[in-house]
C-alpha cells in the first residue's frame, strides 16, 4: 500500500502532468495562430502596396482635374464680369430712351393740356368783355 505522501505526491504529479499537457495544448494553438497572423500580415502587406500605389494615382488624377476645374470656374467668372457689364450696357440703351419717349410724352400732354386751359381762358374772355 501506498502511504498518504506518495498519494500525494502521486496526485500532484499527475495534476502537474495534466497541467504541462494543458500549456502544451495552449502553446501549440498560440504557435498556429501566430503563424496565421504572420500570413495575414504578409498577404495584407502584399495587397496594401498596390491599393496604396492605386490611390496615389487617383489623388495625382484629382488634383490635375482640379486644377483644370479651377480655369473653367477662372473663365465662368470672367465671362460672368462681361456679361453684367454688358446687361448694364443694354440697360442703359434702352432706358435712356424710354425715360426721354416717355418725359417726351408727359411734356406734350401738359403742353396740350396747358394750350387748351389758355385757349379755354381766352374764350372766357372775350365773352367777358362782351
Known sequence: MLTAGEVAGLIVAVAWVVLVCFLAVVLLKLSRLLTETTKMVSELSDRAV?????AAV????????????????????????????????????VTGPMIKAVALGHGLRRAIGARGRVASGARALERRRR
Open 50 to 54: 498596390p491599393l496604396l500605389e492605386d
Open 58 to 93: 487617383t489623388v495625382n488624377e484629382t488634383n490635375r482635374q482640379l486644377v483644370a476645374v479651377e480655369a473653367i470656374v477662372r473663365d465662368v467668372k470672367q465671362v460672368s464680369g462681361h456679361a453684367a457689364k454688358v446687361s448694364g450696357v443694354a440697360q442703359v440703351l
